[in-house]
């Protein structure tokens, strides 16, 4: 199967600042990778993805790039709001399942 | 926006017991997926269903667990005898293509 590692497991920053999460999977057949929020006691909200085909994806805020010879992939949030305090997964597609991380803690201070 | 639906919000079951969990997924979406979140940590997939049957399953997911799609709508698990590390919340979560899921809000199974 696949293995995700995901670091840091904590994170905070100065609002304003720029937050960086990063993943590494295993199999390099992984094809597709999402990244979810996670709010306290709420759903996973699925906020950007990217697919193998693809190096880099950016939707205002938030961009992910992906690295498919070292087999990671990263999640950039730039000006950083408190609101953006959460806790952030990422996961990878392999065959018909999904590998998550362990996840981030992201705490944004004011 | 559509939305996937879960019930019940919370369930307390006696250990032992079997329990149903209910999920509504999005009306156009053909794939469909359960995990497991245990307090505080990953979530952790159980399966995943398409066409009407599964299509992969994870370790976690052994006898005790079974899915069905008993009408058009409606994609079920079923826990069998229950036990204490059944504990834990529990997303389905569906897709129109093998990508970008949307998860519902999650059933909190307490199992006593």
């Known amino acids: 199967g696949e293995n995700v590692e995901q670091h840091p497991s904590t994170l905070s920053v100065q609002e304003g600042d720029s937050a960086v999460i990063k993943c590494t999977y295993s199999?390099?057949?992984?094809?597709?990778f999402p990244w979810y929020k996670q709010e306290l006691g709420k759903r996973p909200q699925l906020i950007i993805d990217i697919r193998s085909n693809v190096g880099e994806k950016k939707d205002q805020r938030i961009a992910v790039t992906l690295n498919k010879t070292a087999k990671h992939f990263s999640l950039h949030i730039t000006e950083t709001q408190p609101e953006d305090s959460a806790v952030y997964f990422c996961a990878a597609l392999l065959g018909n399942q999904f590998y998550f991380g362990t996840g981030t803690s992201l705490t944004v201070i004011p | 926006e559509p939305e996937v639906t879960q019930t019940p919000s919370h369930q307390v079951t006696q250990m032992g017991q079997e329990v149903i969990l209910r999920c509504v997924p999005i009306?156009?979406?053909?794939?469909f997926y359960w995990y497991r979140q245990i307090l505080g940590q990953k979530v952790e997939f159980l399966v995943s269903?398409?066409?009407?049957?599964?299509?992969?399953k994870s370790e976690i997911f052994d006898d005790q667990f079974s899915v069905e799609r008993p009408d058009g709508s409606n994609f079920t698990l079923k826990i069998r005898s229950t036990k204490l590390e059944d504990s834990a919340m529990y997303f389905c979560?569906?897709?129109?293509?093998?990508?970008?899921?949307?998860f519902g809000d999650g059933t909190r199974l307490s199992i006593l």
């Open positions: 009306s156009n979406h053909l794939y």
């Open positions: 979560a569906s897709s129109e293509q093998q990508d970008a899921q949307h």
């Open positions: 269903f398409y066409n009407n049957e599964i299509s992969e």
């Open positions: 199999d390099s057949a992984s094809n597709y």
